[in-house]
């Protein structure tokens, strides 16, 4: 893996912040990250937590290359860091590659849209079977 570079990140670390310029991605070798998102008026909440083999960072790939969520490591966390513009530039060169890479995070993405929709619909829907949370 000539981009990756190995990383090691204590718990309890602030990855990045939602909004944030994008230009980086991981693979998690080890460890658990929580994404979360603002809610004004109520702090953070946490919509899916990631660990081994999962991708941290998807933001990278399309403009506006910012955050769309926020990550902190629940543990010490191992993984694999590639530079977004690197990884951009290898796609231009090699099509399949991008193609297959761009199915993957497509995947990731609606993975990740699935989970921030139920838990946000858990934390904030009606009570009674739809979700367990009060109205807001």
Same mark, same amino acid.
């Given at each position: 893996m000539a981009l990756a570079r190995d990383v090691a990140l204590p718990g309890g670390k602030r990855?990045?912040?939602?909004g944030e310029e994008a230009?980086?991605?991981?693979?998690?070798? +080890?460890? +658990?990250?929580?994404?979360?998102?603002?809610?004004?008026?109520?702090?953070?909440?946490v919509v899916e937590t990631i660990g081994a083999g999962s991708l941290l960072g998807w933001s990278w790939l399309c403009p506006p290359r910012q955050w769309h969520?926020?990550?902190?490591?629940?543990?010490?966390?191992r993984a694999w860091e590639f530079d977004a513009a690197a990884v951009h530039e290898l796609c231009a060169e090699d099509t399949a590659l991008g193609l297959s890479l761009v199915t993957a995070v497509a995947e990731t993405i609606g993975d990740r849209l699935r989970a921030t929709r139920t838990r946000l619909l858990d934390l904030?829907?009606?009570?009674?079977?739809q979700g367990s949370g009060a109205a807001p």
């Open positions: 990855i990045f912040e939602e230009d980086r991605f991981w693979i998690i070798r +080890s460890g +658990s990250v929580a994404l979360d998102i603002h809610m004004p008026g109520r702090g953070r909440a969520l926020a990550a902190e490591t629940r543990d010490p966390v904030y829907g009606p009570p009674g079977p």
